[in-house]
């Protein structure tokens, strides 16, 4: 199967890569036959470019030393896929090993057509020795002063070794990202730290798979709040306003009884006890999925004695999040709209009442309330708290605080997320919908964890969560178990 560029284009242009319209010309149709064998014999299928000279940069667009040049020194064929999921994986390593300055942020890839697997004439210069990684870290030396020095890391026979590479094995180790191909070429040292050149030497140290079914599922039963938090996703939404009924929340509750479910958060976007029902909704999860563990989420504006009192007969509250988005009573009234008095008493009623039940007051900062973070921790300092840096919701909110994350993400591989009309979308970043994954008012649970659309997703995530449109724009960083374990092991 030969693939068109006009259809990778596109699956190249998720992943970031700029791809240039230029077709490489042989030169010397002798030089198919490959010489230039890298040290362990292989012979790679792509090969690096930095542009250097200024007609180079301009004709890019790109500033000296902005980026790497990936070539594909192979006409497209089926292999194609591969390399692109290759690619997909090297970029989330070089992204993670970056943010923690274990890389050199010139990684900005450009994809060439190129007609010649060997060696090719690309601008002004021939690349006669395509060989990669010693080019590559030649040229990072020439742009940001480093040194390339063998000497310093490796054996005569050129084997990595002594103190620094093995702190350095460990460190990515303890970022789930592990060599499989170390060679000096791959490494070097700036100021007197190593860095990793070219990251496809490199691979995640774990797998995910998904479980049969969901582990946790997230259902709305109502979407609107009587709060206006500037953070939230709430202001933001354009989907209609409704409430979930009992009928199709019972389906979704003997759904995750069936198929031992074991989280289910009755809220999504909104307030919940704004339901004067609310806890008889608990009490439906308790009758309907018995061993279900229950996870509540409230504002607390609307948490009366009463409603208090009641939570009291609920079983198997994992644990109760109160939102609490303000260190000061200004703040916090200026950013919820919500009494604060009001809201405080309720929660400090609530650890009063609830004794047996977990529970914990939730700071999420933003642009307009991070000043009062000490405030908040002073104002609530008897009791458990924590603060947290929020998300963009795909980018529908701005002033959020938490950065870009390419880490897998459990949601796509645990969560099903379930609107109050029986959508289920994307996860709880998708506040409008937009990406649905199926339906359950007219699916099973399982028909929809295991339809083509849930597959891709975690195909796609499974390499790089980049490859997947929506989710290359989200900031929530929520690991996978597997990620979480492997974390702990390198630590233990
Ligand atoms: S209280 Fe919660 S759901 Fe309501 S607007 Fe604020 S953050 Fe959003
Ligand atoms: S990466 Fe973000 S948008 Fe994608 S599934 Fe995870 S939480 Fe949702």
Known sequence: MVYQWSELESIFVKLGLEIFDIELEVKDKNEYIYNGKSRNGAIGKTSWYIPLSNDETKELGVEKGGCGLKIIKYPVNVDIIDEYHRLLNEYSIQKIMNKENMAPDIYKLLLVKNKCPISYEWLSRTLEFPSGSILFAQVVEDITNCIFDESILTTEDGIPYGQKV??????????????????IENIFLHNGELKVVDVHKWKRS????????????????????NAKCAMCNIPHMTRNKGYMTDELFIRILKEANKNSVEYITPFLHGEPFLRRDFVDKLHLINKYAPNAKITIFTNASMLTENAINKLAFIRNIDQIVFSFPGGNKEIYEKVTGL???????????????LKDIPMRISMPIFTDNADSESDFYALWEKYPCSAYETYNYLGDVSGTLADKCYEHCDRAFRSMTILFDGRVCLCCMDSDGKYIMGDISKNTMLEIWNSKTYLELRQLHGICRNAYEPCSKCTLDLKTEEYVNAYCDNNR
């Open 166 to 183: 093995d702190d350095f094995i460990k460190k990515c180790g303890q970022l789930r990202i592990v060599p499989y191909d170390i060679n």
């Open 339 to 353: 009494d604060f008095e009001n809201s405080y008493m309720n929660i400090c009623r609530a650890f009063e009442v």
């Open 206 to 225: 774990y797998s995910i798979v998904a479980p049969k079914a969901p582990k946790y599922v997230q259902i709305e039963l109502n979407n609107s709040c």
